[in-house]
């Protein structure tokens, strides 16, 4: 019964060669987080979706994209990925950003 | 600038024996705080808010504005404590910003 679903749990990708990661969810909440965890390190928002409105932090690099056609979808798009960009990818909601975010089980990102 | 800090990256405790995971924060409005748990392949979820003033799993977390503190504490620990902890602050905006995380490691 996961709520916030995030698929693949693992992808590999090659240097330079586009890749999308998705999020879906069950809850209906308005407010879709992406992060990027690197290993030992805090998880970093990169973006958020407040309804259908994009919000993108002052330093996440132009390679990184996001897409939310609906409610329940939200895509991740890296545009030509580097060796930096290997991570693991968290997504999550929340009701108008208040009490706690739901998170998804992450994806796994390997540039090769 | 709005940050949390978390100063250690591993704690190890016997089991039984009393936890403190450290969280400190810097943040110029009233925060919300909140500890989430992360455990061995699983999704990070939320542990306890401070604004519940509530007990999960035995574990308690209080709020002290002039040290700017949030530590998370329990009494005695139990080896299925055993887990990636992360501190988090949420901010007027409400983006949740983490601490890097402090490994708990509960022996037997």
């Known amino acids: 019964d996961a709520m916030v679903i995030q698929n693949p749990r693992y992808q590999v990708t090659q240097f330079g060669k586009p890749v999308t990661l998705s999020c879906s969810q069950t809850?209906?909440?308005?407010?879709m987080y992406w992060y990027q965890q690197k290993s030992s390190q805090a998880p970093k928002l990169l973006f958020h979706y407040y309804d259908k409105d994009f919000n993108n932090e002052a330093d996440t690099p132009d390679n990184f994209q996001s897409r939310r056609p609906n409610t329940s979808f939200c895509f991740l798009d890296i545009r030509s990925p580097g060796l930096g960009d290997a991570a693991m990818y968290l997504c999550?909601?929340?009701?108008?950003?208040?009490?706690?975010?739901?998170f998804g089980s992450g994806t796994r990102l390997t540039v090769v | 600038a709005q940050r949390v800090t978390q100063p250690e990256k591993l704690l190890s405790v016997f089991k039984g024996a009393p936890v403190e995971l450290k969280c400190n924060y810097s943040y110029s409005g009233s925060p919300e705080l909140f500890w989430y748990v992360q455990y061995s392949r699983q999704r990070l979820q939320l542990l306890l808010r401070h604004i519940s003033r509530e007990s999960i799993k035995g574990f308690t977390a209080d709020l002290n504005k002039g040290e700017t503190s949030f530590h998370l504490k329990k009494p005695f620990a139990q080896e299925e404590d055993s887990a990636m902890y992360y501190c988090?602050?949420?901010?007027?905006?409400?983006?949740?910003?983490f601490g890097s995380g402090t490994r708990l490691l509960v022996r037997p």
């Open positions: 988090a602050l949420r901010d007027s905006s409400y983006k949740l910003i």
């Open positions: 809850l209906n909440h308005n407010v």
């Open positions: 999550a909601t929340s009701r108008d950003g208040n009490y706690g975010y739901t």
